[in-house]
């Protein structure tokens, strides 16, 4: 299995930009996790969908971030405009639909802004 | 409020044993989850308990003690490839939602 895989692996970009992260899950997984981590924050859960659905976005810190899940294998966090402080490690993770107590992360989306 | 405490940084030697305690807070309880991360890399899971007890894998041992709000990770014949960030998470949902704790560095010294 491929596992969790996240695009891009590097963003640099310059404030006031919009930066789009991907996520494809494993196949067979129905719940999907965005994180942000930070130094200051640690692991912040900002959204989770299940079955393609938004359960909880009470994580998502403004209305700059969005996500959206159109189909079981794949998924994107969009934050515009970016700010210098939206810099962070974003993951996604995915998990069976059977509650094991794991999440697979996928390697994470590594976001500087300027 | 919901919280998770464990301690910032241990600091043991080769072959030591070592143990990172973690107290939980939270609006709902499903089990209590163990991860391990590299600098520069993804959390990957170690163990998970939802129920009391000592769940044993290799070389790691986790506990649960629900009544307490409080679990271990026991982390015996250290390496130094377990130099390492470990977090504990709770599982707080059916949905799969956990929250983390900031996260033990664990430093493995010759």
């Known amino acids: 299995d491929a596992g969790v895989i996240q695009s891009p692996r590097h963003e640099v970009t310059e404030m006031g930009q919009e930066v789009t992260l991907r996520c494809k899950p494993i196949s067979g997984h129905n719940s999907l996790f965005w994180y942000r981590q930070t130094m200051m924050r640690g692991l912040e859960l900002l959204i989770y969908?299940?079955?393609?659905?938004?359960?909880?976005d009470s994580g998502m810190p403004e209305d700059r971030f969005s996500a959206k899940m159109p189909n079981a294998s794949f998924s994107t966090l969009k934050i515009q405009p970016s700010e210098p402080r939206d810099s962070a490690v974003y993951f996604c993770?995915?998990?069976?639909?059977?509650?094991?107590?794991?999440?697979?992360f996928g390697e994470g989306s590594r976001l500087t802004v300027l | 409020g919901q919280s998770l405490e464990q301690p910032s940084e241990v600091t043991a030697v080769e072959g030591a044993i070592v143990q990172i305690n973690c107290t939980y807070q939270t609006s709902g309880f499903y089990g209590l989850s163990w991860y391990q991360q590299h600098d520069g890399g993804a959390p990957t899971f170690l163990s998970y308990?939802?129920?009391?007890g000592l769940e044993e894998t290799g070389r790691f041992s986790s506990f649960l003690s629900r009544s307490d709000s409080y679990g271990y990770l026991l982390l015996q014949e250290l390496q130094m490839k377990d130099s390492a960030s470990y977090f504990c998470?709770?599982?707080?949902?059916?949905?799969?939602?956990?929250?983390f704790g900031a996260g033990t560095q664990v430093v493995v010294t010759p």
């Open positions: 993770a995915s998990s069976l639909p059977v509650n094991t107590g794991e999440l697979f």
């Open positions: 308990n939802a129920l009391d």
């Open positions: 998470a709770v599982l707080t949902d059916s949905w799969g939602k956990f929250q």
């Open positions: 969908f299940n079955n393609n659905v938004p359960i909880d």
